[in-house]
């Protein structure tokens, strides 16, 4: 959420500002701004809207400098405006910031008292004057430390000062920030991804770190003032997993790679040979492990919705599941002998990580599933299992769902073959199937036409409802999250079996209901509710799976059909059309579908 960049060189730095505003606007594209020191003046340009708007505000103000901070925000405290819109700056310092400021208002009142005037609605501008005020007795290292220390909240900052022609102060607590080294000029970015296309040499900001950037030096500072010293990391260069090519949304794009980051995935884990799951570097032994506890946000949470009905039926160990944003505030019982597991696709969710930093004070083990292995939540956890999907741009999350599904079910069986839970025969069965399950989901991604004839019909409604037993009531729930957060549709996830305790009053006449049922255990039961909204006027669009079974129900008002496979991986292939469903939903009104409305990809503030 919001998105910083800086860049201090020997040569002008706008231009490369708005490239790396551009790859951050994932995080937030409410309004953006840049600031720049030319000749001893701080400088700024901020728009409203997008980075484009930026851009052609920039082409009239012919804004110049060496040393310069971006931003793109979503916003916090303060409605998306130009004045809202970072940088903040007064006349010796400007600030970019991510995060919150809980504080503000009691540093706000002392600093009116002490004559410093505000323009802005932020939390983000009492920084600018904190620092201001204490450069009045103290020098830069110091008054940074002391602003530090007076705010609270979570923060990563981008700093630049009037009188310092050459520098750039970096710090974190809580979001993340990295820096970039390059040929005569350096770099601070909100991610690495920011700052690909010009370095891939980056080192992190821990907690409470501080940096000061110059041209040919960074320094690493903890926050006591004392120094610290860090590894350079080099990534690996893969571009092009970064662009859109032919595709209209990345959101399409990343849709159509499932097939392709599922087998990598496969092909990462799974020993093809010895027909066994590669975690080589698991910590704990089986005796160490008496519970699971799965923690994450949104979509992260519906994929440990899901592994806790994978885990209890494998592993016969006892597993909760937890929204990351309540068990953080909760009076948790931390068990020694409970595996944490928290799961996100971008590592840098702040309640995700909050829970995990929770845990690692309470010295329990802790695993995390993510996409993004150069995050904070992987760099913090005891275990790291990688999705291996590659760069998800799109705010809807839809590979790193299906990957982060394979990565539980995988970790289940690895777990449930520690434990001796699982017969030799069904292990080798269900690790077979896991072979055809790349190409299973590319029969899902045919399903174009048919969800495109439907998709009307969720365009102008009241709302709708998502109906799906056992592992496929977390699909319900996620088929509903992305209706709702792409075409702006109200729409319910719920357990079919619930609806007649209060729900069913909401189905009248024409409703679109969408039915997961496909042939496992629960089908019969889920036909049977089905046959209960159609009693009550409900359109059913029904997504099962083939079989020569008869669906014994009439007026169903449209089926869609996916292929066969194991009950246990049937959920992967029922969520492919619901992720189409919302796609051609908002694209049929027209909605900016890698980017909607009020959301930002990467939610790093809690
Ligand atoms: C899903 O489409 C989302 N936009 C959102 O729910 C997301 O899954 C959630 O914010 C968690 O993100 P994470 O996986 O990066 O932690």
Request: proline share 3%; aromatic share 8%; charged share 25%.
């Amino acid at each position: 959420m919001c998105g910083i960049v800086g860049i201090t060189s020997n040569k002008q730095v706008t231009n490369s500002i708005i490239n790396s505003l551009r790859k951050l606007e994932y995080r937030g594209y409410d309004s953006a701004g840049i600031a720049t020191l030319n000749n001893g003046h701080i400088n700024e340009v901020k728009s409203e809207g997008r980075v484009d708007v930026l851009e052609k505000n920039l082409s009239k103000s012919n804004l110049k400098g060496n040393v310069g901070i971006g931003h793109v925000r979503w916003a916090t405290h303060g409605v998306p405006s130009t004045v809202n819109a970072h940088p903040h700056s007064s006349e010796k310092v400007s600030v970019v910031h991510n995060g919150i400021i809980e504080n503000s208002t009691i540093l706000k009142k002392y600093l009116i008292k002490k004559g410093h005037q505000f323009k802005s609605q932020t939390d983000t501008e009492v920084i600018v004057h904190l620092i201001t005020e204490y450069l009045k007795k103290d020098d830069l290292k110091k008054s940074i430390l002391k602003m530090l220390k007076k705010l609270h909240g979570s923060f990563a900052l981008g700093i630049i000062f009037k009188d310092e022609p050459d520098l750039i102060i970096g710090a974190r607590r809580g979001s993340p920030l990295a820096v970039g080294y390059g040929p005569n000029e350096n770099y601070l970015g909100s991610d690495s991804y920011a700052l690909k296309s010009m370095t891939n040499k980056i080192s992190y900001l821990n907690d409470g770190e501080f940096c000061i950037l110059k041209k040919d030096s960074v320094e690493f500072f903890d926050q006591k003032g004392n120094k610290v010293n860090k590894k350079i990391l080099k990534l690996s260069s893969n571009e092009q997993s970064y662009e859109k090519g032919d595709y209209k949304h990345f959101m399409a794009k990343e849709i159509d790679e499932q097939p392709t980051t599922i087998k990598n995935c496969v092909n990462e884990y799974v020993d093809k040979i010895n027909k066994e799951i590669n975690i080589f570097n698991f910590p704990w032994k089986a005796n160490e492990i008496s519970s699971v506890v799965l923690i994450g946000c949104g979509t992260a949470y519906h994929s440990c919705l899901i592994g806790k009905y994978w885990f209890e039926k494998l592993t016969n160990l006892d597993v909760t599941v937890d929204i990351a944003s309540e068990f953080r505030y909760r009076r948790v019982k931390f068990k020694k002998d409970a595996l944490y597991i928290f799961v996100s696709q971008s590592g840098e969710t702040a309640d995700t990580f909050a829970a995990l930093d929770l845990c690692n004070k309470n010295k329990v083990k802790t695993c995390s599933v993510v996409n993004v292995v150069e995050s904070s939540i992987a760099r913090e956890s005891k275990f790291v299992l990688p999705i291996h999907c590659g760069p998800e741009i799109g705010v809807a999350s839809t590979k790193a769902f299906l990957g982060q599904m394979l990565v539980l079910y995988i970790l289940s069986l690895k777990i449930a073959k520690m434990r001796k839970e699982i017969d030799k025969k069904i292990y080798q069965e269900k690790i077979n199937s896991l072979f055809d399950l790349s190409k299973l989901t590319n029969n899902s991604l045919e399903t174009d036409s048919k969800i495109q004839s439907v998709c009307s019909s969720f365009v102008n409604i009241k709302g709708s409802m998502f109906l799906g037993r056992g592992l496929s009531f977390p699909i319900a729930l996620e088929g509903a999250l992305k209706l709702k957060e792409l075409a702006y549709v109200h729409a319910e996830g719920y357990p079919a079996g619930e609806m007649k305790h209060g729900p069913l009053a909401l189905i009248e006449e024409g409703m679109p209901v969408v039915v997961l049922a496909p042939r496992d255990e629960y089908y019969k039961k889920t036909i049977s509710n089905m046959q209960e909204v159609i009693a009550r006027g409900a359109k059913v669009l029904l997504i099962t799976n083939k079989s020569k079974d008869e669906i014994h129900s009439e007026n169903i008002w449209e089926k869609i059909e996916v292929e066969n496979t194991s009950e246990d991986l049937l959920p992967f292939l029922i969520t492919i059309p619901l992720q189409k469903l919302a796609y051609y939903s908002a694209f049929k009104k027209g909605y900016d579908i890698d980017k909607p409305r009020n959301l930002a990809k990467s939610v790093t503030v809690e």
